[in-house]
């Protein structure tokens, strides 16, 4: 895991508060100086796993504190390079219980991947745009060409996010974004379809027609990788293509479908697509909770684990109504 540094700027008056907190933390340095309008400056190197615990405890002791602010820095490399060794004694029962970055790391990073603005609806529109063509022309290397892309990352894990957090704010962004880019995509497929000649007993069409065991556990495991790709700060960009596998592929073949008049095949493309979602959503939702992703105050927690609950209930009852659905289907 990385090292963050954290910007503490706070009243010369509480900085002993501050000291003091981070003294029983785990850092690989601690530097303060007295600004000139009267702030006191405190910069703390730390590991990103453990700055979740010490920004918990800041934000606790400084929460009724005018002018205070608290900026995460991502630190690249230090030199000399940190003794771990001497690290884990000073962290011992300090850390998170999990390797991952802090929730308003993680909640800065994705809720700018939700917003629904003209780079999202454009990323959108040029993957659904080459998608479409790998899928005609039967390539497979076009089609990973338009899944790198992946615009409908960010709005399914900030959807899970959202029902860890029970952030109704994140939520309604996150599916608001997620259904203007299933719904532009589709709109924007069915077009292609009715304009493109195209056989449908291609390989790449006919095999997102059809639901299988495969299918459930490649969903599940895009949305539980989704999740850790924000946690743990691995490049969204390629575990994007993942998540895209399960869903741009299937949801474009939906829209040729119909704008071709295979409804029969199109109904195969919709079950698929639906199942992925759910199951996305449903590890996405496991894989925060699991990482201990809370809300600070325990009344939200609360809530939280609530929605959470709820949540994950509510995806497994029609995740078991779609496999009904998928087993009267291919039995039909």
Request: glycine share 6%; hydrophobic share 55%.
């Amino acid at each position: 895991m990385a090292t963050r540094q954290l910007e503490i700027y706070i009243p010369e008056s509480h900085k002993d508060v501050v000291i003091e907190c981070l003294d029983r933390r785990s850092g690989t340095g601690i530097w303060r100086e007295l600004m000139e309008d009267g702030l006191f400056h405190v910069a703390f190197l730390v590991p990103a796993e453990e700055s979740e615990p010490i920004l918990d405890e800041l934000e606790d002791l400084l929460s009724g504190v005018e002018g205070f602010r608290i900026v995460i820095l991502p630190v690249e490399a230090s030199i000399p390079r940190p003794d771990e060794d001497e690290s884990r004694k000073r962290r011992a029962g300090l850390i998170s219980k999990t390797p991952r970055v802090s929730r308003e790391e993680l909640y800065a990073d994705l809720i700018e991947t939700v917003r629904l603005n003209w780079v999202y609806i454009l990323l959108v529109v040029l993957s659904t745009l080459v998608a479409a063509v790998g899928l005609i022309r039967d390539s497979v290397a076009v089609i990973i060409g338009a899944m790198v892309i992946a615009p409908l990352l960010g709005p399914n894990v900030g959807l899970s996010l959202a029902t860890t957090l029970a952030d109704s704010s994140l939520a309604k962004k996150a599916f608001k974004s997620l259904i203007a880019g299933i719904g532009l995509s589709l709109i924007l497929s069915i077009v292609l379809g009715f304009f493109l000649k195209f056989d449908p007993a291609h390989i790449e069409i006919a095999s997102r027609t059809k639901v299988s065991f495969g299918d459930i556990v490649i969903a599940l495991a895009s949305g539980s990788v989704g999740a850790l790709a924000f946690t743990t700060a691995i490049p969204t960009m390629l575990v994007g293509v993942m998540v895209a596998v399960a869903l741009l592929p299937p949801l474009v073949v939906l829209g040729l479908l119909i704008g071709a008049g295979y409804y029969v095949e199109a109904w195969g493309a919709f079950l698929l697509l639906f199942t992925n979602l759910i199951c996305i959503n449903l590890s996405g939702v496991l894989t925060f909770y699991f990482q201990d992703v809370r809300p600070l105050t325990w009344w939200d927690a609360e809530k939280a684990r609530k929605a959470t609950s709820r949540a994950i209930l509510i995806w497994i009852i029609l995740l078991i109504v779609l496999a009904i659905l998928v087993y009267f289907s291919r039995a039909g």
